[in-house]
């Protein structure tokens, strides 16, 4: 089930969503691109395995949301087929940008071990911080949003 929520980053009321699982909820705030998990508590290992993983930008710009008592940060939609968008810059100045999947010409497969279809991270369309929905709209996976 998913239902509507006031962000507790932006305070956008309309564009972020929740998303109740029977083990956890999800949050996507498609206002701001922030995100978060109810498993997300402050030191826990869901949290912390995340952040292991994710760029220094993301571990920078996490913030606590006490109403829920989770962390929240920056998201990085990885849609498979569909591309990635992900953050970029620094906690004080960053973007969104959006890379396509693209094909791989047979002569350059080499160059990408043999795949036949690559993220194009040097293509990447560039938005501003508050325009994470025009990326999701540009990706395609938001037609009623905004």
């Given at each position: 089930m998913e239902r509507v929520i006031t962000c507790p980053n932006c305070l956008d009321s309309d564009k972020c969503f929740e998303e109740i699982q029977p083990e956890f909820q999800s949050y996507l705030c498609f206002a701001c691109?922030?995100?978060?998990?109810?498993?997300?508590?402050?030191?826990?290992?869901?949290?912390?395995?995340n952040l292991k993983r994710?760029?220094?930008?993301?571990?920078?710009?996490?913030?606590?949301?006490?109403?829920?008592?989770i962390i929240w940060f920056l998201a990085i939609l990885n849609m498979g087929e569909l591309g990635?968008?992900?953050?970029?810059?620094?906690?004080?100045d960053y973007s969104w940008r959006y890379a396509k999947i693209v094909d791989v010409p047979e002569d350059e497969q080499s160059k990408y071990d043999g795949h036949v279809k690559r993220?194009?991270?040097?293509?990447?369309?560039?938005?501003?911080?508050?325009?994470?929905?025009?990326?999701c709209k540009d990706m395609g996976i938001t037609k009623q949003i905004g």
């Open positions: 691109g922030y995100m978060s998990d109810s498993r997300y508590k402050k030191d826990s290992m869901y949290l912390i395995e994710s760029p220094k930008l993301v571990q920078e710009t996490q913030f606590h949301d006490k109403e829920r008592d990635m968008i992900y953050p970029e810059g620094n906690k004080k993220l194009d991270v040097d293509n990447a369309n560039t938005y501003s911080k508050d325009d994470f929905l025009q990326a």
